[in-house]
């Protein structure tokens, strides 16, 4: 098949790539476009500090730092993953304009698969796979719809942290027929960071099982929720500052330097 995959250019994103090209380029054509950022640019001062271990530290300082040497670690850069990909890894941050259709339509995709992606798809782009749209949403369906849901759910002091696979069947934003919930325990010394990414390891196995269903002609059994749940934004400053009261830390020094290692060249 021809997979068009929509992401987001940000560390969780490319770590699910990681884990999801090698796995499908022996088999499918791949293609990858990724989006700036999610939404609107956040207006809460308090979200700068995850900005910077989602973006700034991986994208600005590491990456261009790994991509310089002549081997690679265990974990690609986007860069690095150009390897699995027809073309390599392109912006698209309008993908309901004519110029942001025609890219998207030009891949000619059987399926797109969504991880993080930062923007909307309208009517016109969703119908251009053939096969519909996948999309893996970091969190329960449909009880934290929308953007940051692993925040939410430690702020609430939920037990289970979740991934949703779901199909995108229209615009309005997770409402689509839910495939699986993928679900573990959350460990409450574990910071966002880690949390987050800890979402990826079994979301995207979802996402392989669920491409396999289709290459073999099986549509994956999907159940519409029987309710429209709660959709939430970028937390304000308020949230902010109760998470941070709850003993919440944005990102472990320890895990950060365990991940970051993992994109670097072994030791000679």
Known sequence: MRITLLTNKDLASNFALNLLLPRLSSDHELHVFCSDRVGRKPTAPG?????????????????????????????????????????????????????????LAATEPDLVVSIRYGCILEAEPLVVPTRGVLNLHSGRLPEYRGVMATFRAMLAGEEKLCSTLHWIDDPTIDTGRIISIQSHD??????YLASTIGLYPSGCTAILEAIGMIEAGHEPNAQAPGETGTYYSFPDQASLEAFTEAGHQWANPRFVTALMSRYLPARQ
């Open 47 to 103: 979200l700068a500090t995850a900005s910077f271990y989602e973006q700034t530290l991986p994208l600005e300082l590491l990456f261009p730092l790994v991509d310089a040497q002549p081997e690679h670690g265990e974990l690609l850069t986007f860069q690095g993953l150009n390897t699995f990909l027809v073309e390599p890894v392109t912006s698209l941050n309008q993908p309901n304009s004519s110029e942001g259709l025609g890219k």
């Open 186 to 191: 959350r460990d409450p010394e574990q910071c």
